[in-house]
């Protein structure tokens, strides 16, 4: 026929063979083109670069059974660019062979068809070739694109790894989240900030670690109207310890019932450790939440800290009663003529200063050899 090179009848045989426009030879493959295909094409182990549309002039054949064609595809190395002209019943082979090119428009495509497997759709995004092309477009965003969008919301199945991915490109965020989902991709929703965060969303989901999750990550929705969630203090306190802002939770110890630290001295060292590190005064202290977070909290430094920040709230009866509850040197600090000796730092200099001038204390005075102050008591 003329060709010298007859290289491509060992890579693109088919390809080869229409490109000659042979009416002879066409005719002769197609008057038996099964045995052609089992016996030429599928033989020829490196007949691997079919062009797209010898592609489609095999799988559109419908009297080629699947098994056959499956054979032939996982045998080619080009991608179709579309589902366009492929028969319903071979769309979902095409994406667990990974023979259709990623992008939005053949997923939307594939989901539209009779032969949509939700499943094959899956396999097909959880593939890193795949997931890696796909993610350069945007997830469409538009009315039309609602199935995608939704299908990725409710990939259960996906690896944790890819659902994060995919979650992370959605372009808008749900009202509801998915109904089955298992907890770590609650987790991956909560962190991408793709459910809305109201009162509804919050008791949907059943575990209290995931409801304080969510709360954390929508903090200034939650503090600019904690009345619509009416959160209890347990809660709260769980709240404390999540990962929010120093100010915030400042914010969230201002809703709580601050005389209920009397009787739970955790969540009163929890507090205190809150308070110390804060510029911040809390309103309506009084002297029975003030002795409960010095005495509960720790370490020394931070009940030292809260008893100069709050001792006003505190007669000084009760201020005894709390120097007594503290280690040696400060349980000390009593009636006697005995001379307790703190150490030299700007915390105890405020301690003695104000002890001091509320007549708890004779006098002080700082000693210069051994760095101390030392602490002068009424005698009786």
Known sequence: MGEEDITPLHTRNFTAIRA???????????????????????????NTEEETSAILEVVRREEIDLNTIQEFLE?????????????????????????????????LFFMASE???????????????????????AVPSDSDSKSIR???LNANSLSDVSY??????????????PEGIEPTKLIILIQEAKIEFCTDTLNALNERELQVLFAANNIDTFLAGPEDFSLEDDFLEELLESDISQKNKIKVVELMDLHSLVDLPERSALVGSIIV???????????DITSALIKNSSPIATQISL???????LSNNEVRDVLASLPKPYSEITRGYHTPRLKETPENQALVSWLD?????????????????????YRS
Request: proline share 4%; hydrophobic share 35%; with cysteine.
């Open 20 to 46: 000659t426009n042979s009416t002879v030879l066409i005719d002769r493959i197609e008057s038996n083109f099964g045995d052609y295909l089992r016996n030429i094409l599928l033989a020829i182990q490196t």
């Open 75 to 107: 045998q080619q190395t080009q991608q179709l660019p579309t589902l366009e002209d492929v028969p319903d019943r071979l769309h979902s082979m095409l994406f667990s062979l990974t023979m259709i090119v990623p992008n939005w428009e053949n997923c």
């Open 115 to 137: 032969g949509f497997e939700a499943q094959s759709l899956v396999e097909y995004l959880d593939r890193d070739v795949v997931r890696s092309a796909i993610l350069k477009q």
């Open 150 to 152: 939704s299908f990725l």
């Open 164 to 177: 994060k991915e995919y979650v992370r490109a959605l372009p808008k965020s749900f009202t509801h989240f």
């Open 277 to 287: 590190n804060s510029d911040t005064n809390l309103p309506n202290i009084d002297g």
């Open 307 to 313: 008893f100069n920040k709050y001792h006003s709230h």
């Open 357 to 377: 001038s509320r007549e708890i204390i004779s006098s002080w005075k700082i000693s210069d050899i051994f760095k101390e102050i030392k602490v002068n008591l």
